[in-house]
């Protein structure tokens, strides 16, 4: 007989149960390659496919069994080890919500537990174990009996169903949050909805939501259990080794099915690394809580926080350190690098997540800049959003108008006259402001400081003889270019140009406007205003015998009218205008304006609405210029006047001081200096003898007229001082710079 004829043994592959030769090194199928042949029929474990002998009852990797015989106790203890009740448990294995669990479900719901894998015998002997009813179905109050021991009245049952359902589709949690507390702690992805029903024991404020807080400690519970459940299947897979390693030599030999070729080295190596990394974790966590797990997150970041104070640090700065990818967000390990950077502690990825927590309020998982502001200032440590430079406007080149309008500002503020602005200025006393003395002092009293530039600027504004420094009318010229925009005060052209007051402002001001002109202006609007709404609301006008409409009084029987010479009017036809029938008894408004004559049926016409209109806004316009306008003009012109007798003063002192330094020798200047003393100590006195009181009799000069009286009130925060005239009584307010002893 040929090779051909031989019959070659079979086998089947124990990865995909192809038949292949049993001499094959690999299956042509699925591509695996074999070890060796074994005479057991061999499964693959439906949790951890490894392959185990037919009949086992416990797969010898991971301890998932294969008989319905012990999954009742060993579902008791898991429940027990995990503190989950029969309701989490049947909510968990009810993938549809039907409030019934069938064979499928129970199925998988023991093998996403890792406690079970039946085949379809053992899952049906199972259900039927646990169905009291009959029905191939298993309800909670079946399931609470077979594990708890204990019935349920049904309505209960229903009740509870309900409410677990309800809990399981209302917890909410973010999902950012929650895989990075699962990935921080080691927690596969697998596991979620595990880890999600294990979660909600720890929702301690029993709200719909599970915080970072709450998943933080959930997931230490998680590991807590998962390390206590992997140290017992570490000694049972121990124990089976050693029982193992006695059947040693049936390994070795030629069986009839192929197995699929796994080093030894590489599963020990593989299972004393994940021993090895299980035990580190177990001990970092332990080495973690004792440093960190007395202090709240909230604790930490307030210490994070006064180690930025200490540092000088802004939130801008301390944002843009840690924001590692400059995607505008601070994520958990950015977080983690930069309190290592700012306060040198490496804390672990749970503490920090927690002080994440603590920050992100929107809990999408990252910082942003408004959250981290948000928190800083919050603790009120003084932190600055960002460092505001001093020098920012001036390096974008402010104008002189600008500075002269902030200088002024200081000036009203500090109540100093010019003159004495410009002492303070004038830093070495030489009656000059150079640019270095501008520089050194506006830098310290404007609140944006003087740049090099706009020192520039200001002295080419100011120095008109281009000396290279102000002198005091060069600066009280500048001034007074600025605020009343004459050129130079020696052009006399400039002066002459009076702008302020004009003629009818001056009127507007006056005495006798105030008094007289104004209240009738007020009045006569007030009058016309009142008259036309009593000539349109109470007709005055009598228009018997008028042109009219029939209109037939409301209090009237009658449809038609009969005239004197017996012709009869329908309503609405036109007719002599009666008293007796017409409705309003012919009472007629005027109409110059808007009527087919001088008068119409009582009423408002547009003439009567128009001249209301101009009526009312003239009366605004009075009201205003009157009380508003005028007092302001007023207060204007009396600043004006102030400046001029300022600025001639000044410019009296420097002739005068002109004329000593050329006329008079130095030492007349001594005598000089001795007179100006003795008179300055007698001009006290001489002031003291001119001095105004209450009962005094002065002049009073207001707006270019004179009034005189006797003080009756002075008012010197204002300025103002009240007189009683001599003549009409009246009592005048004028402005004490305003009042002059009489020569008489």
């Not at 020990?268 to 990394?277: A, C, I």
């Not at 749970?350 to 959250?371: A, R, Y």
């Not at 015998?545 to 009084?553: C, D, F, S």
């Amino acid at each position: 007989m040929s090779d051909e004829n031989e019959e070659v043994a079979m086998a089947e592959c124990g990865s995909c149960r192809a038949i292949v030769p049993v001499d094959s090194t690999e299956c042509s199928e699925c591509g695996i390659s074999f070890s060796g042949v074994s005479d057991e029929a061999l499964g693959e474990c439906g949790a951890c496919n490894a392959l185990v002998p037919l009949d086992s009852t416990k797969c010898p990797e991971c301890g998932v069994v294969f008989v319905a015989d012990d999954v009742i106790d060993i579902l008791r203890t898991w429940m027990a080890n995990n503190r989950i009740d029969v309701k989490t448990l049947f909510g968990r294995f009810d993938s549809n919500n039907d409030n019934m669990i069938d064979s499928g479900e129970l199925k998988e719901g023991l093998l996403s537990l890792n406690l079970a894998d039946l085949p379809p015998s053992q899952v049906d002997r199972l259900v039927e174990a646990i169905d009291s009813d009959g029905d191939s179905l298993i309800d909670l109050k079946e399931l609470q009996t077979i594990i708890g021991g204990e019935e349920l009245e049904v309505d209960q049952v229903e009740e509870e169903a309900v409410e677990t359902a309800q809990e399981e589709a209302t917890l909410e949690y973010s999902e950012n949050v929650l895989a990075q507390v699962m990935k921080s702690n080691g927690i596969d992805e697998s596991e979620k909805e595990a880890f999600v029903v294990f979660a909600k024991d720890y929702n301690t404020d029993d709200n719909s939501y599970l915080k970072k807080e709450e998943l933080q400690a959930a997931a230490k519970g998680w590991n807590e259990q998962e390390a206590d459940g992997e140290e017992e299947s570490v000694e049972e897979e121990t124990e089976e080794l050693e029982e193992e390693n006695v059947d040693d030599d049936v390994d070795e030999k030629i069986h009839d099915e192929i197995v699929p070729e796994e080093p030894e080295d590489v599963e020990e190596d593989v299972e004393s690394t994940e021993e090895d990394d299980l035990l580190e974790e177990q001990e970092q966590p332990a080495e973690e809580d004792v440093v960190e797990e007395d202090i709240t997150p909230e604790e930490l970041f307030h210490t994070l926080a006064e180690a930025i104070s200490e540092q000088g640090l802004t939130i801008r700065e301390v944002f843009e350190s840690m924001d590692a990818d400059l995607d505008g967000k601070i994520n958990g390990p950015e977080l983690q690098s930069g309190i290592l950077n700012l306060m040198g502690d490496q804390l672990s990825a749970t503490t920090v997540f927690s002080i994440l927590g603590v920050l992100d309020q929107d809990n999408d998982g990252n910082i942003d800049p408004m959250e981290l502001i948000q928190a800083i200032e919050d603790l009120d440590l003084g932190i600055e959003s960002d460092r505001v430079q001093k020098s920012t406007k001036a390096n974008t080149g402010r104008t002189a108008s600008e500075i002269i309008d902030e200088l002024l500002d200081i000036i009203d503020e500090q109540d100093k006259s010019l003159a004495n602005a410009f002492g303070d200025l004038d830093d070495d006393g030489n009656r000059m402001l150079s640019k270095e003395e501008l520089v050194t002092k506006l830098d310290e009293l404007l609140s944006e400081g003087l740049s090099e530039e706009e020192a520039d600027r200001l002295m080419d504004a100011l120095d008109t003889d281009g000396d290279g420094n102000i002198d005091m009318i060069e600066f009280v010229d500048g001034i007074e270019r600025h605020e009343d925009g004459i050129v130079t005060i020696e052009d006399e052209e400039a002066e002459s140009v009076k702008t302020f007051p004009s003629e009818w402002q001056t009127r507007f001001m006056s005495k006798k406007w105030h008094d007289v002109f104004w209240p009738l202006i007020h009045a006569s609007f007030s009058i016309l205003i009142i008259g036309l709404l009593v000539n349109g609301l109470f007709p005055i006008v009598d228009g018997t015998g008028g042109m009219v409409e029939l209109e037939i009084r409301t209090d009237s029987f009658q449809k038609e009218w009969q005239m004197d010479d017996g012709t009869i009017v329908s309503e609405g036809e036109p007719y002599p205008c009666d008293p007796e029938i017409q409705e309003g008894e012919c009472k007629n408004s005027l109409t110059p304006l808007a009527g087919k004559a001088s008068s119409m049926p009582g009423g408002f016409y547009w003439d009567a609405i128009a001249l209301m209109v101009l009526a009312g806004c003239g009366l605004v316009w009075s009201l205003y210029t009157h009380l508003i306008l005028a007092p302001g003009w007023r207060a204007r012109l009396k600043a004006m006047k102030d400046v001029d007798e300022e600025r001639a003063e000044v410019q009296e002192t420097i002739e005068e001081d002109a004329e000593d330094d050329e006329e008079v020798p130095e030492e007349h200047e001594e005598k000089s200096g001795d007179v100006s003393e003795e008179s300055q100590e007698e001009d006290p006195d001489s002031e003291e003898d001119d001095d105004f009181d209450i009962g005094s009799y002065v002049g009073l000069e207001i707006d270019g007229e004179d009034y005189y009286g006797t003080i009756i009130e002075f008012d010197d925060e204002e300025g103002t001082v009240v007189i009683e005239e001599d003549e009409s009584g009246d009592e005048i307010v004028g402005y004490q710079d305003e009042m002059f002893i009489p020569e008489d």
